[in-house]
Nanobody, 126 residues
């Protein structure tokens, strides 16, 4: 079993920044590819960013390209999402996800990930 706990969400004005964190349980975190997704009210969940187990490869969805950065610290079992230049349309619940069995599915799809966190809310306060 893997538990994922997101934190760092909150109210932020347009143009501001937030750093989301996702802490994972388990000793083999360093073997997991990790992803971030988000779901805005009334919309389907969409891909935000992902990172390979080694951290060498990163992937970004259109919403965050050029503004968001995903990173990981395997010593702390944590993956991060640094979000800059936030826009009102970034308002959503942000979910962390883990691929614990090296799925061959695309990093960009939900099918790759078998464990999900509960989500953390990011809200535009403008």
């Amino acid at each position: 079993q893997v538990q994922l706990v997101e934190s760092g969400g909150g109210l932020v004005q347009a143009g501001g920044s937030l750093r989301l964190s996702c802490a994972a349980s388990g000793r083999t975190f360093r073997r997991y590819a990790m992803g971030w997704f988000r779901q805005a009210p009334g919309k389907e969940r969409e891909f935000v960013a992902a990172i390979s187990w080694s951290g060498v490869s990163t992937y970004y969805g259109d919403p965050g390209k050029g503004r968001f950065t995903i990173s990981r610290d395997n010593a702390k079992n944590t993956v991060y999402l640094q979000m800059n230049s936030l826009k009102p349309e970034d308002t959503a619940v942000y979910y962390c996800a883990a691929d614990t069995y090296s799925s061959s599915s695309s990093y960009y799809t939900e099918e790759k990930y078998d464990y999900w966190g509960q989500g953390t809310q990011v809200t535009d306060s403008s």
